[in-house]
């Protein structure tokens, strides 16, 4: 099992421009979500889904949209990227009590 | 409120114990996390206690949960320097109406082991 991975690992945008970042697992977890994590904090949580097709807001939603089309794929968006979003993105996935990250996406926007 | 407080920095020597701690002010939070991460690498999960306990042992690693003060602690034994790491606290609830446990974290403690 890769468990969680993520695509890129590293990323470099200009403002306002828009990209995708991938997730993928491959245990047959229902539940997954997307953190962000700034420098000298704790993780925060951006989107999370329950289940194929389902999506909903965590704790900094804003700039940042999501979809969960394959149960084994959350994607997130930035459609118009700001210096703000400049951090390191982790996803993860569940099943029970346990979550399950990913290595992270190094994102910087000039 | 969700929030977790942990303290920033702890240094020991190898072969020492280390207690990193932890407060939460959440009482119905339903298990609480120890996550460890390595410089450049994601989270990974040393080990839980669910909310009705009071201790958990799991090789070098024991976790106290207090919950009348709302209190989690982590202790190494034998400490190594490739223990040397963040370590970060985090506590779930479950939202109403559902079994989704959303994770809420501290901010992590940089533990630093001298040899």
């Known amino acids: 099992n890769a468990g969680v991975t993520q695509t890129p690992k590293f990323r470099v945008l200009k403002t306002g421009q828009s990209m995708t970042l991938l997730c993928a697992q491959d245990m047959n977890h229902e539940y997954m979500y997307w953190y962000r994590q700034d420098p000298g904090m704790g993780l925060r949580l951006i989107h999370y889904s329950v289940g194929e097709g389902t999506t909903a807001k965590g704790e900094v939603p804003d700039g940042y949209n999501v979809s969960r089309l394959k149960k084994q794929n959350f994607l997130l968006g930035l459609e118009s990227a700001a210096p703000s979003q400049t951090s390191v993105y982790f996803c993860?996935?569940?099943?029970?009590?346990?979550?399950?990250f990913g290595p992270g996406t190094r994102l910087t926007v000039l | 409120g969700e929030d977790v407080e942990q303290s920033l920095f702890l240094s020991v020597r190898e072969g020492d114990s280390s207690v990193i701690n932890c407060t939460y002010t959440d009482s119905s939070s339903t298990y609480l996390y120890w996550y460890k991460q390595e410089p450049g690498a994601g989270l990974q999960l040393l080990t839980y206690i669910f909310s009705n306990m009071d201790m958990k042992q799991d090789q070098r690693l024991t976790v106290l949960l207090n919950k009348k003060d709302k209190h989690l602690s982590l202790r190494i034994a034998d400490t190594q320097t490739g223990d040397s790491a963040i370590y970060f606290c985090a506590e779930s609830m479950a939202d109403r109406g559902s079994t989704l446990g959303r994770l809420y974290f501290g901010r992590g403690t940089q533990l630093t082991v001298w040899p």
């Open positions: 993860a996935s569940s099943y029970g009590p346990k979550q399950y």
